[in-house]
């Protein structure tokens, strides 16, 4: 059974610091493409990083330089590293993984953690 569980969510000021993990079991990751997204209330998930087979990685514009996505030597479990936090970084965070060439759309993805809240206060 394959589960990706996410955790090291929580409230945090503005300008802080969290970094969530997302361990992934019931399956072979390591050539998937691991991925963080979010979804605010209100709003569509979207894109925050990408941690490709090889190590490679992208982030949405409104992380880059903030967020730093990574993987463990084995790639069974996944980081996101999140500095200078700003209120508009709340949302619930969200582990998935998809094959290799998954680019930044969720419908590319086909595990799913269940979600880690991240609360950003001003």
């Known amino acids: 059974q394959v589960q990706l569980v996410e955790s090291g969510g929580g409230l945090v000021q503005a300008g802080g610091s969290l970094r969530l993990s997302c361990a992934a079991s019931g399956r072979n990751f390591v050539n998937y493409y691991m991925a963080w997204f979010r979804q605010a209330p209100g709003k569509e998930r979207e894109f925050v990083a990408l941690s490709r087979s090889g190590s490679s990685t992208s982030y949405a514009d409104s992380v880059k330089g903030r967020f730093t996505i990574s993987r463990d030597i084995a790639k069974t479990t996944v980081y996101l590293q999140m500095n200078s936090l700003k209120p508009e970084d709340t949302a619930v965070y969200y582990c998935?993984?998809?094959?290799?060439?998954?680019?930044?759309?969720?419908?590319?993805?086909?595990?799913w953690g269940q979600g880690t809240q991240v609360t950003v206060s001003s």
């Open positions: 998935a993984a998809g094959y290799p060439g998954a680019l930044t759309l969720p419908e590319y993805y086909s595990y």
